[in-house]
């Protein structure tokens, strides 16, 4: 558990250290996260998160993967960010292997329709979000058998790229966390148990929980010692399923920004 600046966080890491990162970082919306600022130019929030992405390359294994989730913004101003950060982690190097569909199935709320039934200004409301994958200089993985825990029933149910899967209902003090079915497929379908993964913007943990649960160690990076602090509850509380590798503790480390 890191508390600290992700890209101060990831410079101290070690080289070919993690075999998974999973994140999904500010969108940039005016969200009110907690030690955080999400209203940069937008220039500036590409060329911040570029920077990410730059340390994040060193410090995953040869063929360790990313799994990067992202939506399109706004109505009236439409930015397919989706597309602006795939090409800027490919200009990094990063090898791109697919994208998934996350139907979230949240068209019962909607409200704001447009010119209702009519072609005059009519809107479309994205009821899904992307999760980009991509992997380090190979397609490859390398693990051992033994540490296989995908079922044939979860492999088949993975491998198709639409997954319909509810939002988090329980926000336990963030504006917008992953629910666990999400990151349990991206776990077990991307790594190995024993295998280390990170998530750089960690919030409050869902992604350190669900990676302790099912046996791999885990790295939660964050800006905001408020959601250190519940991440920590949460982890800490995490029991290993039956069979996985054990995973010590959780403990909390300050870093402090570089001058």
Not at 57 to 69: D, T
Not at 76 to 91: N, S, V
Not at 122 to 127: A, F, R, T, V
Not at 241 to 253: E, K, N, W
Request: proline share 8%; aromatic share 10%; charged share 25%.
């Amino acid at each position: 558990m890191i508390h600290g600046d992700a890209r101060e966080a990831l410079r101290r890491l070690p080289a070919s250290s993690v075999h998974l990162a999973v994140t999904s970082p500010p969108y940039n919306l005016r969200i009110p996260y907690a030690g955080y600022s999400d209203d940069r130019a937008h220039v500036e929030y590409l060329a911040w998160l570029r920077s990410v992405w730059g340390d994040l390359l060193r410090v995953l294994v040869p063929g360790g993967r990313f799994a990067l989730n992202v939506a399109p913004t706004s109505i009236k101003a439409f930015r397919p960010i989706h597309h602006e950060l795939t090409a800027d982690l490919r200009d990094l190097g990063f090898i791109m292997r697919t994208e998934v569909i996350w139907y979230k199935q949240t068209m019962g709320r909607r409200t704001a329709w447009g010119s209702w039934r009519s072609p005059s200004n009519p809107h479309i409301i994205p009821s899904w979000e992307y999760v980009l994958i991509f992997s380090k200089g190979q397609w490859n993985l390398p693990g051992r058998k033994e540490d296989i825990d995908v079922t044939s029933e979860e492999f088949q149910k993975i491998s198709d790229g639409f997954w319909q899967i509810p939002p988090e209902r329980s926000r336990r003090g963030h504006p917008a966390p992953f629910p666990e079915e999400l990151i349990e497929r991206l776990v077990k379908f991307y790594s190995y148990r024993g295998n280390t993964v990170l998530d750089m913007f960690g919030g409050t943990g869902t992604v350190a929980v669900v990676a302790r649960r099912l046996g791999r160690h885990y790295l939660n990076v964050d800006a905001s010692q408020e959601y250190c602090d519940l991440a920590l509850r949460r982890i800490t509380s995490t029991a290993t399923v039956a069979g996985a590798t054990t995973i010590p503790p959780p403990r909390l480390v300050e870093i402090e920004p570089t001058s």
